[in-house]
């Protein structure tokens, strides 16, 4: 039997009906859309499906959609700003830290997540922050140098592009 939850999205309010086994990762995608959500392993060893929820990022697909009513959730389609890419997705293409893009999504709200908690971190922090994320195409390095060059984005911006 379906349930009714609601949800905020990227700052939209989403009323939805959903079963009760449905993932987080399956509502974003089929229901509402958002693709940039990848589906991976499906049991939250790749970090492919990680959103921000709550401020925290999670496994989408490891959280069930009636675990989400009243949450609110960022997902990649939320990063870009009205003046364009937001600053760690604008370094992640400045860097070439993108090969095949599956990982991307994931390692940005990742890497965004540990940018709002510490604006200066080193590379052992930033290797942490993305532990949960698995890249088979760049080996990392690509894309820790693109996360230590968007440190301090907020600072340099005057806004939070959020």
Same mark, same amino acid.
């Given at each position: ?6 949800? /905020?999205?990227?700052? @939209? ?5 959903? %079963? ?15 693709? !940039?959500? +990848? ?10 499906? /990680? ?8 496994? &989408? ?6 675990? *989400?009513? !009243?949450? =609110?959730? $960022?997902?990649?389609?939320? $990063?870009? /700003? =009205? ?11 400045? +860097?070439? *830290? ?13 890497? +965004?997540?540990?940018? =709002? ?12 922050? #993305?532990? !949960?994320? $698995?890249?088979?195409? /760049? !080996?990392?390095?690509?894309?820790? %140098? *693109? #996360? @230590?060059?968007? &440190? ?7 806004? &939070?592009?959020?």
């Amino acid at each position: 039997m379906k349930r009714l939850i609601t949800l /905020t999205v990227n700052d @939209k309010k989403y009323e939805v009906a959903v %079963e009760p086994n449905m993932t987080l990762v399956d509502l974003l995608r089929y229901e509402l859309g958002l693709t !940039g959500t +990848k589906k991976g392993c499906e049991v939250g060893d790749c970090g492919s499906c /990680t959103v921000i929820m709550d401020g925290n990022p999670v496994n &989408s697909c490891l959280v069930l959609a009636v675990q *989400a009513n !009243g949450r =609110d959730i $960022l997902t990649i389609e939320g $990063l870009e /700003t =009205d003046e364009g890419l937001h600053p760690v997705q604008q370094a992640f293409v400045d +860097k070439g *830290a993108i090969q095949c893009g599956f990982c991307t999504s994931g390692m940005i709200l990742s890497a +965004k997540n540990l940018l =709002d908690r510490n604006a200066k971190p080193d590379e052992a922090e930033v290797r942490m922050a #993305i532990s !949960g994320n $698995l890249c088979r195409c /760049t !080996g990392y390095q690509k894309i820790v %140098e *693109a #996360i @230590k060059s968007a &440190s301090g984005w907020r600072e340099g911006s005057g806004k &939070s592009h959020e």
